[in-house]
Every structure is written in C-alpha cells, then in structure tokens.
C-alpha cells in the first residue's frame, strides 16, 4: 500500500487536477466585475457638453416657444398653461447644462445630463426668484412682487461673438395677455 496519494484521492478519471485557486464564494465574483464596470446611464446620446460645441465651431438655436410663455420669474413653472412647452430642448443641439446671465449680472445654471429643457430653466430661475417666505427668521429668501423691475419673462438670446458658452436672459415689464380657457369661455356664455 504505498500508493502515493494525489491531491484529489477520488478523483474520476477524465477530470484534470489544476493549481489554480478556485473563486472562494459569490461576493469575490461580485467585486471582480464592480471593478471593471463602467456607469453608463447616466450619459444620453446626442447630448452635447456646452463647451465641446465651441471648440467644434457647432451653433446653437433657441425654439421660438420660450419668448411665448408670458411666465412671472418668481411663480411656479408648472402655472404655465401650455405644458407642452416645458419638455422641448432650451437650444439645439441638446446640452448636458448651461449659464443663463440676467442683465444685472446674475447667473444661473440649468442642468440636465438627459439634454436641458425649457422647463430645466425656469426651474433654475425660480429657485432664485421665489416669493419671500412668511418666515421672520429668514426674511432674504426670494423676491417680493414689487421688487422686480421687470418680472416677467421675455426669451432667451444665444450671442456667439459674447460668449459662446451662455443664454441672455430678456425680461419685460408685462405678461402677455393669455387667452382664456375653455372654462372660463363656457362661463362667459353661461352668464349671456
């Protein structure tokens, strides 16, 4: 009985005996592929970086539809009537995000990895120029109704030979009137 014995004793003939160090449970699996992944949700194709459209010499174009909100800078832009408005692109081609500069120097930022919307904007704007809260303790919070001059929106301009990398932002004194609804047209003929 001096059979040297191998590392597997009971091994089945067929099988070949390996030196390698086998993968001791699921969680080494787990870490060995979390290594080599790579996020990739998070970027949409077709959105550009801002800037990679100025060194390509790319222009950008505004839809029309932003001069014709009629929207006050410090409400909601969900108060705005045609939401179908809210989900076109702010500039073609779409940008993961860019600076809106008002005339008095402010700058805000609109970000959207998935392309910014017209809505992405007014967001951004509204965060700055939210009503004043009733809150004592904070009382420099937003924008009071009779502090803006102009507090109204009236577009946005691209000015490639400015800067290349921003929107201007135009404002006006008055809303343009908005039409009445359908509501308030059965209203009116109900009362006649």
């Not at 099988?15 to 592929?33: M, T, W």
């Not at 000015?159 to 209203?187: M, N």
């Amino acid at each position: 009985m001096s059979v040297p014995l191998t590392k597997v004793d009971s091994a089945i003939a067929g099988l070949s005996i390996s030196d390698e160090k086998p993968i001791a449970n699921e969680k080494e699996v787990k870490k060995g592929l979390k290594k080599d992944h790579k996020r990739t949700s998070s970027t949409s194709e077709g959105i550009w970086n801002i800037k990679d459209l100025e060194e390509q010499g790319i222009e950008i174009t505004l839809p029309i539809e932003t001069q014709k909100t009629g929207w006050k800078l410090n409400t909601s832009p969900n108060s705005i009537e045609d939401k179908d408005i809210l989900k076109l692109y702010l500039v073609n081609p779409p940008v993961k995000k860019i600076d809106l500069h008002f005339p008095l120097g402010l700058v805000v930022t609109a970000r959207n990895l998935k392309g910014v919307t017209i809505k992405d904007a007014l967001d951004a704007i509204y965060k700055q120029f939210k009503k004043k809260a009733s809150n004592p303790l904070r009382p420099n919070k937003g924008h009071a109704d009779d502090e803006l001059d102009k507090p109204y929106l009236a577009g946005f301009e691209w000015d490639k030979d400015e800067c290349w990398t921003r929107l201007l932002v135009h404002q006006k004194k008055e809303g343009q009137a908005q039409q009445p609804s359908k509501k308030s047209k059965k209203k009116a003929k109900e009362e006649a």
